[in-house]
């Protein structure tokens, strides 16, 4: 199983809402990641956890809130996001030093 | 310091001919370097990686990539291009005991019939 799983596949938010992305793995790799990908664009690094401990943090706005409730689960809580923040976002997940990793299918996000 | 070019941001091909993708890397150290492939509104998919050994490295989907030294290139090749081969393709280097790989721009393929 190389799969990473990202749910939902598309949602779309009010500036006022709460809502979550779930990503989930079983290829046993301890870390995982959230990338944001505007239209033709690479993707861009938001957070990285390594071993369910928050390693990076690329200056992320607060109303972006990353979780890992475990080895298998990442989540990332939105809250009073901007129009801007519609983009695709991707979780991936790799083994620890820098193998190569493995990208779920993304969320579509639009905020309205 | 580290940077991922891909020259080429369109390429058109015709189905059956062969592709080249060119990928050029500036990093200090034996690079981990790859190439992902994203179809419209999808995620990234590993085509295929090198991280050391023979510089010729096969990958899925008939993809072959050579990584040359001299030149910091890791090119991308296919001897005969189908029309699903249309898509994003992105080069990629993994920077050693970051957890951060920087990628390249892109280069959109489009398969003429």
Known sequence: ?112 | AQSVTQPDIHITVSEGASLELRCNYSYGATPYLFWYVQSPGQGLQLLLKYFSGDTLVQGIKGFEAEFKRSQSSFNLRKPSVHWSDAAEYFCAVGISGTYKYIFGTGTRLKVLA
């Open chain 1, 1 to 112: 199983d190389t799969e990473v799983t990202q749910t939902p596949k598309h949602l779309v938010m009010g500036m006022t809402n709460k809502k979550s992305l779930k990503c989930e793995q079983h290829m046993g790799h301890r870390a995982m990641y959230w990338y944001k990908q505007k239209a033709k664009k690479p993707p861009e690094l938001m957070f990285v956890y390594s071993y369910e401990k928050l390693s990076i943090n690329e200056s992320v706005p607060s109303r972006f809130s990353p979780e890992c409730p475990n080895s298998s689960l990442l989540n990332l809580h939105l809250h009073a996001l901007q129009p801007e923040d519609s983009a695709l976002y991707l979780c991936a997940s790799s083994h620890v030093g820098n193998t190569e990793a493995f990208f779920g299918q993304g969320t579509r996000l639009t905020v309205v």
